[in-house]
């Protein structure tokens, strides 16, 4: 091979390998930036033309951005830990990507433009609609959801409990921002259309795809800031994807999607429920403070096996006493809460989160009270979700 075309070929593979979210090193204004659902529509973005002959026989995926680092931008590419998060449209990030036209049809929607620890309940509903809405036209297979890794598993474990679809809904994000040496976002996105778009990821619910892996929504967490391989399930991953081709290990077991008793058309607004963290000293200001704001539930983020400081225990009981659903679960990111153990929970009428963790249990719970306040339902929809 002569140099020339060796060259040629050089310069083609490092042009599609840093080609998705390719933006200017200095980030746009943060004016650009949109704060939530509430105030800002969902609105159609349409993505890069797709040729009429691309569109024969291939699967529909809808790309749905939300924002968060996939879409961020830094200085200079030596900023991967340090940038703007909710930055690059989605008709950018999908024209930095061509290659996902040979995977399926892929259009884009700009849903959000927002950074993902700023999301509200309120746009948790708009999604699971938009979301809802898309999968029910016989013209969409998939859907992708590009967002913010911070609360990325909240978001995919609310989908996964609403949205009554077997078809593949795929959340991804990236750790470090497009403009970054070594970004990870363009494979992320590159194998969650590839997800999205496959016969083998339906009936699955909810799934994030992240540095290669597939995990159920129900089980992700993200366990590390930094690193690339931030997420990961204490069950393990459902599968992996190497070069566009998806390996599955495992079935989700838990209720989900059109398994599930819970229905977005059926949900107008989440009630309120909060979390309340223990740590050495903790005083009973917390539960006393989030029983006298009105919230419908509190999940008590214990150590251990849930454990409840005996200063606390008084607290908790008096907020159940007037109501206020106590759901006991544990801030250790891995095992799961025993029920009448470390506590009395059917003496206290509270409910255990199983092997959820607080934001999960706080998601569930919110979702189960549009149905039920009995704890004996909501411990049952505990162990089955």
């Known amino acids: 091979?002569?140099?020339?075309?060796?060259?040629?070929?050089?310069?083609?593979?490092?042009?599609?390998?840093?080609?998705?979210?390719?933006?200017?090193?200095?980030?746009?204004?943060?004016?650009?930036?949109?704060?939530?659902?509430a105030s800002t529509p969902v609105a159609a973005t349409a993505a890069a033309p797709i040729a009429a002959e691309q569109k024969a026989g291939k699967k529909h995926v809808?790309?749905?951005?939300?924002?968060?680092?996939?879409?961020?931008?830094?200085?200079?590419?030596l900023n991967s830990a340090s940038y703007t998060a909710a930055?690059?449209?989605?008709?950018?990030?999908?024209a930095g990507l061509p290659e996902v036209q040979g995977i399926a049809e892929v259009t884009g929607e700009q849903v959000f433009q927002i950074a993902s620890e700023s999301l509200t309940s309120a746009d948790l509903?708009?999604?699971?609609?938009?979301?809802?809405?898309?999968?029910?036209?016989?013209?969409?297979?998939?859907?992708?959801?590009?967002?913010?890794?911070?609360?990325?598993?909240?978001?995919?474990?609310?989908?996964?409990?609403?949205?009554?679809s077997d078809k593949p809904i795929v959340l991804v994000g990236s750790m470090r921002p497009g403009t970054a040496i070594s970004a990870d976002g363009a494979l992320n996105l590159l194998n969650a259309i590839s997800v999205a778009a496959s016969d083998d990821a339906k009936g699955k619910g909810a799934l994030i795809v992240m540095n290669d892996e597939i995990h159920t929504a129900r089980d992700v967490a993200k366990l590390t800031n930094i690193k690339t391989s931030a997420f990961s399930s204490q069950w393990g991953p459902l599968g992996m994807v190497v070069?566009?081709?998806?390996?599955?290990?495992?079935?989700?077991?838990?209720?989900?999607?059109?398994?599930?008793?819970?229905?977005?058309?059926?949900?107008?607004?989440?009630?309120?429920?909060?979390?309340?963290?223990?740590?050495?000293?903790?005083?009973?200001?917390m539960i006393q403070a989030l029983g006298a704001s009105?919230?419908?539930?509190?999940?008590?983020?214990?150590?251990?096996?849930?454990?409840?400081?005996?200063?606390?225990?008084?607290?908790?009981?008096?907020?159940?006493?007037?109501?206020?659903v106590i759901v006991r679960s544990s801030r250790v990111p891995a095992g799961f809460?025993?029920?009448?153990?470390?506590?009395?929970?059917?003496?206290?009428?509270?409910?255990?989160?199983?092997?959820?963790?607080?934001q999960k249990a706080r998601i569930l719970t919110a979702v189960a009270l549009t149905r039920t306040h009995d704890t004996k339902e909501l411990q049952r929809i505990f162990w089955e979700y």
Not at 133 to 152: E, F, R
Not at 252 to 280: C, D, M, Q, W
Not at 296 to 320: D, M
């Open 1 to 37: 091979m002569n140099r020339v075309l060796q060259s040629s070929l050089l310069a083609a593979a490092i042009a599609s390998l840093l080609g998705c979210a390719q933006v200017p090193n200095a980030p746009p204004d943060d004016k650009a930036v949109a704060t939530s659902a």
């Open 62 to 77: 809808v790309v749905l951005a939300t924002g968060g680092t996939i879409a961020g931008a830094g200085a200079s590419a």
């Open 87 to 94: 930055k690059v449209p989605v008709e950018q990030l999908l």
């Open 125 to 164: 509903l708009a999604l699971g609609q938009r979301v809802d809405a898309l999968l029910k036209q016989p013209d969409v297979d998939g859907v992708v959801i590009t967002h913010g890794t911070d609360t990325m598993e909240e978001t995919g474990f609310f989908l996964n409990l609403v949205i009554p």
């Open 243 to 285: 070069e566009g081709k998806n390996y599955w290990f495992r079935d989700p077991v838990k209720r989900h999607t059109t398994g599930s008793e819970f229905s977005i058309a059926n949900i107008t607004e989440l009630p309120a429920v909060e979390i309340a963290y223990s740590y050495n000293n903790v005083p009973p200001t």
């Open 294 to 324: 009105g919230v419908q539930a509190i999940v008590h983020a214990g150590t251990g096996n849930g454990s409840v400081p005996n200063r606390i225990v008084p607290a908790l009981k008096a907020e159940r006493a007037k109501g206020t």
């Open 337 to 358: 809460v025993l029920r009448n153990a470390e506590q009395p929970d059917d003496q206290n009428d509270w409910v255990v989160a199983h092997d959820l963790n607080p």
